[in-house]
């Protein structure tokens, strides 16, 4: 028998033989982890992190919740796998409690393995359905990485794919921003004129089979539309019979306040896709939802989509025990009083560090958005540094906090705060404690 690995050897051969995601391979020493519970995960060391953005935006619940791991358990034992085309249990319990949970009228549903996969399924759909080819995203947008989500990506992280990543058919609209507006307007005097330019764009495109939206922006930015853009979206595709795809993977399950995204504006779209805290992130689940309208197309037309783990037994049992979890802790309603909070400890910030340009969120979902100019609102780094692989601002204050026990995701110039739905008050001020220390490293940097 091989003695155990060193916590330096785990690190090794995983930097050695496996790839990091986003990143140059060169440098990269990553920190092995051995246990998490809660809001907090531990090192080889014993050194404790306050996950203070749920990994990626993921671990809704908290880590090692007792019903998740139960349910994955009791699955194992029971049925791990059956082919799609067999009926689970599993699969109709899920399938009945999501009709409890998602926006009215989202009554079918594929199951796929990740929000990338849900994403390809739901552009198949809309192509199918609608019989028009093009898609309308947005810049400042991130939909996947298999090569039709990567296509419908705005971010940098779609550029070296191209111009295979540019799959034919894609096409960007200006983001909703109102810190930075694309197009140089200021609310409400703009008439929300980044969602009249999607208007504008079916019109004299034409073919448009959907617009596929982040209803609040994930990654790039945590960017909260005003209360009308959603609604007047909604409206436009209905005007010209394209379809609305809410990408909800990280805005979903309790994240900003309600169960998705789109309920805070009432807004129903015609396909709606998740993953991530479907299943607390213990398993890769991810799930594309069509309206019953959407659906009946394919009474009579040949479904030309599917996978060997759709509906994957072992991925929805979890899912069924997280949205139990979800009610009865009711960390929806508990995403809205700790959001509030932590939004006002967030602000309160800013008067204290220059280099803090925005604060803005939703629910247990923030941004803190930092600039080299307040008045220019210029941010520290962009796009190209980070392709480039400069050494970006935000990393270095990342890293500061880490060497005081909190982790939080740091994008381009600004942070994505986002803790598990669980969090205390007491662990809400321990990060922003350590973002409040870090930004000194910042403020140096700040041209007055």
């Known amino acids: 028998m091989n003695p155990p690995l060193s916590s330096q050897q785990v690190s090794d051969i995983t930097a ?18 051995v246990d998490a519970e809660g809001c907090f995960f531990v090192d080889a060391g014993g050194k404790k992190y306050l996950d203070f953005s749920s990994q990626l935006m993921c671990v809704t619940l908290g880590h090692k919740n007792q019903a998740v791991i139960k349910a994955i358990q009791d699955q194992a034992a029971q049925l791990a796998y059956v082919a799609p085309g067999f009926a689970t249990t599993v699969r109709a319990e899920l399938s009945k409690l999501l009709l409890e949970v998602l926006p009215t009228g989202l009554e079918k549903f594929f199951f796929t393995t990740s929000g990338t996969e849900a994403n390809e399924a739901a552009f198949k759909i809309a192509r199918m359905v609608t019989g028009k ?49 694309p197009l140089h307007h200021h609310y409400p005097e703009c ?25 609040v922006v994930g990654t790039n ?20 019979n394209v379809l609305l795809i809410a990408d909800e993977v990280m805005s979903g399950w309790g994240r900003t306040g309600e169960w998705f995204a789109v309920d805070h504006w009432d807004v129903k779209p015609d396909i709606l896709v998740t993953a991530k805290g479907i299943t607390n992130a213990s398993i890769p689940l991810g799930l594309c939802a069509t309206t019953t309208k959407v659906a009946s197309y394919f009474d009579d037309h040949f479904f030309s989509h599917g996978h060997t783990y759709e509906a994957h037994p072992l991925t929805l049992a ?3 025990a997280a949205i139990n979890e979800l009610q009865r802790m009711n960390l929806v309603d508990r995403s809205v009083t700790m959001g509030e909070y932590l939004g ?32 220019t ?14 050494q970006l601002l ?52 700040v041209e007055l």
């Open 318 to 320: 979890p899912a069924i």
């Open 344 to 375: 006002k400890k967030l602000a309160d910030l800013k008067p204290k560090h220059p280099s803090i340009g925005d604060v803005r969120g939703l629910g247990l979902f923030w941004a803190v958005d930092l600039v080299r100019n307040r008045n």
């Open 221 to 240: 930015g945590v960017l909260v539309p005003p209360k009308e853009y959603m609604p007047r979206l909604r409206t436009i595709c209905d005007a010209h």
């Open 394 to 445: 935000v990393d270095r204050v990342a890293a500061e906090m880490m060497k005081n026990g909190v982790f939080v995701q740091a994008w381009l110039s600004h942070f994505v705060i986002a803790p598990p739905l669980i969090i205390t008050q007491e662990e809400i001020d321990l990060g922003v404690k350590a973002l409040d220390d870090a930004l000194t490293i910042a403020d140096h940097e």
């Open 377 to 390: 609102r210029q941010p520290f780094n962009t796009m190209p540094d980070k392709v480039s692989g400069k």
């Open 133 to 181: 080819t093009k898609i309308i995203s947005r810049y400042r947008s991130y939909h996947g990485a298999t090569m039709g989500s990567i296509a419908a990506t705005g971010d940098p992280r779609r550029w070296a794919m191209e111009p295979a990543g540019k799959i034919p058919g894609v096409i960007f609209a200006p983001e909703v921003n109102c810190y930075r507006c």
């Open 16 to 33: 050695q033989y496996t790839y990091g995601t986003w990143r140059f391979q060169k440098g990269w020493k990553p920190l092995h982890i």
């Open 191 to 215: 008439e929300i004129a980044c969602v009249e330019y999607i208007d504008h764009m079916i019109r004299n495109e034409g073919d448009v089979a959907a617009v596929i939206v982040e209803p």
